[in-house]
Each structure stands twice: as structure tokens, then as C-alpha cells.
């Protein structure tokens, strides 16, 4: 069975500095993996997606991800981080049927 | 991109009453959609795999008769939260595959019973 595992439930940085949010998935195949992004009281945007095509995946607002195979590992990064990055974000495996990592939370200090 | 709408986004109902939230998928079709329920800081977990024109399939632990889902069309999904409880306040959220690989999200709706 798919899973997902998100290491860290808070990560807190300053602002201008880089952000890491990790995550390992455990999977049989190849899978689809995607970084969301949920702001407080509001739905889901997609900031990336890994589909296979490259291992190093860029996503909006200067985040990006790399697929590690042999480290089963897809971790989250931005070079410099914003006031506005401060969300909490859910690392998601699967293909439609979704299964979600239980999020980490972003917090951003000027 | 895709655009899928729920509504409505925020709801507060009397304890004992129904609540019903719609998913359309605004410019493409969906014959399959997904509920999913957020309980406060806790991730998103899988409900039901609504499915156009056939039952609903539901994931172990969550009440079918309480939980109606019904997929009347290939743009639109409801759940109908019947006889709510306050145990039953969480955020709901729908998704709707797109092609091989993605999924959109409708903007979730936060349902508080009283």
C-alpha cells in the first residue's frame, strides 16, 4: 500500500532564508507525487507535481522538488523564503485516489 | 487550468438537521470525484470515491447512510451530511481527477453543527 510520510509537523525560518520540507513515500511502483499548499481556511493549490518525466520538478512561486529513487524521497525547497510561504503543506501520493502525508507547517519570521 | 467549484464554503447547522455541499467540475467532465474530511490540524483523509452514475464507494470507518453521496452527473458530486452532530464539524473538500496524473480541488467547506 501507498504511503506518505511528512518528518516534520513545524519547520519555522526567517524570512529571506531557504525552507526544506521533507518527505519520504513508500510504494511498489513508481508513483505520482505533488506538494500542495493549504492556506488558513482555504482550499488546496497545486505546487508541483513529479509524474516521472524529470526528477528535479519546479513548481510556482520559486518552490521545487526532487525525486529521489533511492533515497524515496520527494522534499520540498525554496531558495528564500517569504512572509507569504507561510502555510501548511501537504505532500500527496497516489494517482486519482490521493493519499496525503499529515501536512507540515510553514512559519516565516521577518 | 481546471476549475472545480464547491459549494458552499462555509455552513453552520443546527444539531439534528442535513447539510448537503456540491462539487461541479466547471469546464471538463468528471465521472469519477473524491470527498475528503480535514479535522483541525490533522491532514486530509479519504471519505468516498464518488462515482457518476453508480454507488459511491466509501472508505472503512465512514458511515454510508450518513454520508449520501450522490453523482447525478459527469460535472457534479453532493454529499449530504444527515442528521449532523457536532462531532461531525470538520472541513470538507472535493476532488476531481484531471487526465493520468492530477487532480483539482474545490475550495473546501467548513461545516460547524451547534
Known amino acids: 500500500a501507498q504511503s506518505v510520510t511528512q518528518l516534520d509537523s513545524h519547520v519555522s525560518v526567517s524570512e529571506g532564508t531557504p525552507v526544506l520540507l521533507r518527505c519520504n513515500y513508500s510504494s511498489s511502483y513508481s508513483p505520482s507525487l505533488f506538494w500542495y499548499v493549504q492556506h488558513p481556511n482555504k482550499g488546496l493549490q497545486l505546487l508541483l507535481k513529479?509524474?516521472?518525466?524529470?526528477?528535479l520538478v519546479k513548481g510556482i512561486n520559486g518552490f521545487e522538488a526532487e525525486f529521489k529513487k533511492s533515497e524515496t524521497s520527494f522534499h520540498l525547497t525554496k531558495p528564500s523564503a517569504h512572509m507569504s510561504d507561510a502555510a501548511e503543506y501537504f505532500c500527496v501520493g497516489g494517482f486519482q485516489k490521493l493519499v496525503f502525508g499529515t501536512g507540515t507547517r510553514l512559519l516565516v519570521s521577518p | 487550468g481546471a476549475v472545480v467549484s464547491q459549494h458552499p464554503s462555509r455552513v453552520i447547522c443546527k444539531s439534528g438537521t442535513s447539510v448537503k455541499i456540491e462539487c461541479r467540475s466547471l469546464?471538463?467532465?468528471?465521472?469519477?470525484m473524491f470527498w475528503y474530511r480535514q479535522f483541525p490540524k490533522q491532514s486530509l483523509m479519504l471519505m468516498a470515491t464518488?462515482?457518476?452514475?453508480?454507488?459511491?464507494?466509501?472508505e472503512q470507518g465512514v458511515e454510508k447512510d450518513k454520508f449520501l453521496i450522490n453523482h447525478a452527473s459527469l460535472t457534479l458530486s453532493t454529499l449530504t451530511v444527515t442528521s449532523a452532530h457536532p462531532e461531525d464539524s470538520s472541513f470538507y473538500i472535493c476532488?476531481?481527477?484531471?487526465?493520468?496524473?492530477?487532480?483539482?480541488f474545490g475550495q473546501g467547506t467548513r461545516l460547524t453543527v451547534v
Open positions: 464518488s462515482n457518476e452514475g453508480s454507488k459511491a464507494t466509501y
Open positions: 513529479y509524474t516521472s518525466a524529470a526528477t
Open positions: 476532488s476531481a481527477p484531471y487526465g493520468a496524473t492530477e487532480a483539482f
Open positions: 469546464d471538463f467532465q468528471a465521472t469519477t
